[in-house]
């Protein structure tokens, strides 16, 4: 019965904790929060899945390879948008002295290279927890 109860209210809440984890992610340069926290909540709904049902159907939503690729994706990225910054003439990831354009004070796209980092380092963050709670999973086995 509780296990029923557990995955009833996983089903219902997660797509919600996911959306806010990349709500944060997307709006860390403009409010409270930021990568870092996003990730966390992305990747912490990520668990609750493979906690609530089993680990199979959590490696449904985010499989245990795809997590590590995108792992190494965010970090990538992250390594990349310094490259880019550098290569415009700027310092490693500086922003407006490289020449990323910088949009409208207070809109999404308005912080040049804070949106991309963000974006990539909630990537890292949230398939880093993925990857940690699988191998630790797997390694109980």
Known sequence: ???????????LVVPFIQVYG?????HGHL????????????????????LSFNLEAGSKQIPHNAAS???SGGALGYLITGLVAIALG??????KAAG??????????SAGAIFIITL???IKVAS??????????EGEK
């Open 128 to 137: 880093t927890i993925a990857t940690l709670f699988y191998y630790i999973i």
């Open 90 to 95: 700027g310092y490693y990831l500086s922003n």
């Open 1 to 11: 019965m509780e296990d029923q109860i557990t995955r009833i209210t996983s089903r």
């Open 22 to 26: 990349i709500y944060i992610i997307l």
């Open 31 to 50: 409010s409270p929060g930021g990568s870092f926290s996003g990730g966390a909540i992305f990747g912490a709904s990520l668990v609750l899945v493979a």
């Open 100 to 109: 990323f354009p910088m949009g409208e004070a207070g809109s999404l796209f």
């Open 69 to 71: 690729v995108l792992e």
């Open 120 to 122: 990539f380092v909630g």
